[in-house]
């Protein structure tokens, strides 16, 4: 059921590496720019980013994405598609860290980077990124809060039960459909605990919607996201073509849709998002989604 009552998100103004990440008024877009070869989706899509050539064509991609209505990048440097080969801190920086300084150079937009590894994070940070997105909820790098903490930036806390090479496309939490949500929940709970304890309050939560849960927990956290904001934090909602909706919309007899015929599904998965409560859509698509985000907040005005 649609959340009766939408959040209060007056409280939801983070201070992220002293730049303000501002959800009190509407929901936030963060748009994608993943710097790897191998993501499920666009990976590949600016080649060996450490080349010039390369390099501007990310940042006209992620420019492109602000005037869209992002108000958020998210750079990425290693795929976390399930069954993505790990790759070394050495090698993340190396596509990551001059495209940030470059983004930055170009714009003030807040910038997060889509990382596990504190060597990453820190020098992400230092170059101008403001949010750490952490898959791992804090779980995989103990030193990564120390990071955050240092630095004062805003965190992304999601929750995954394994590292992305553990994981395959339906792994089951071994949980009931009742119960997905209190595991989740907990462990974004002791994550959040973690978080505060080394001093950070810039704190946004993610389910994990892909991540390590069958076709059939997906749909069912994206039906209570709005319970998340027990936590006291921000929601983000990161659905943007991911299998689950292929499994939605294949047809009787044929094979999933591929990410590249999933954008359908994306924008409605997104407006599900929203009308549950998501307080920031992570997406490759900005434009669609900023047009959902126009939509759910005039009806929410009309109401």
């Not at 666009?42 to 050539?53: C, H, P, R, T, V």
């Not at 070394?88 to 990382?115: K, N, Q, W």
């Not at 459909?177 to 309050?201: K, P, Y």
């Not at 997906?218 to 709005?226: E, K, T, V």
Request: aromatic residues 4%; charged residues 25%.
């Amino acid at each position: 059921m649609m959340s009766q009552n939408p959040t209060d998100r007056s409280r939801f103004r983070l201070n992220c590496t002293g730049a303000t990440l501002d959800l009190s008024a509407r929901p936030a877009i963060m748009g994608i720019v993943n710097l790897t070869p191998d993501s499920f989706f666009d990976g590949g899509s600016y080649g060996n980013a450490g080349e010039a050539a390369q390099l501007e064509r990310a940042l006209e991609s992620a420019l492109a994405m602000v005037r869209a209505g992002a108000e958020i990048i998210d750079v990425g440097g290693e795929s976390t598609r399930p069954g993505a080969d790990s790759v070394g801190a050495e090698e993340e920086m190396r596509r990551t860290t001059p495209f940030i300084e470059l983004l930055r150079r170009h714009s003030d937009v807040v910038i997060s980077i889509d990382t596990w590894k504190s060597e990453v994070a820190e020098a992400a940070l230092r170059v101008g990124a403001n949010i750490v997105n952490d898959i791992s909820g804090f779980s995989f790098d103990p030193k990564m809060p120390g990071v955050c903490a240092r630095y004062r930036a805003g965190v992304v806390l999601m929750h995954t039960p394994a590292k992305p090479d553990q994981l395959r496309w339906s792994y089951n939490t071994g949980a009931e459909h009742d119960e997905v949500m209190a595991l989740v929940t907990g462990f974004l709970r002791h994550s959040i605990e973690v978080a505060r304890e080394h001093g950070i309050e810039s704190i946004i939560v993610d389910p994990g919607l892909g991540f390590g849960k069958t076709v059939e927990e997906n749909y069912h956290l994206l039906a209570r996201l709005d319970e998340l904001h027990e936590l006291g934090c921000p929601v983000l909602a990161g659905v943007s073509r991911k299998s689950f909706l292929g499994q939605a919309i294949r047809m009787p007899g044929e094979e999933v849709p591929p990410p590249s015929e999933r954008l359908n599904a994306t924008i409605s998965a997104n407006t599900i998002a929203l009308m549950h409560g998501a307080d920031i859509l992570r997406v490759h698509d900005v434009q669609p989604a900023a047009d959902a985000r126009a939509v759910v907040v005039a009806m929410r005005g009309a109401g």
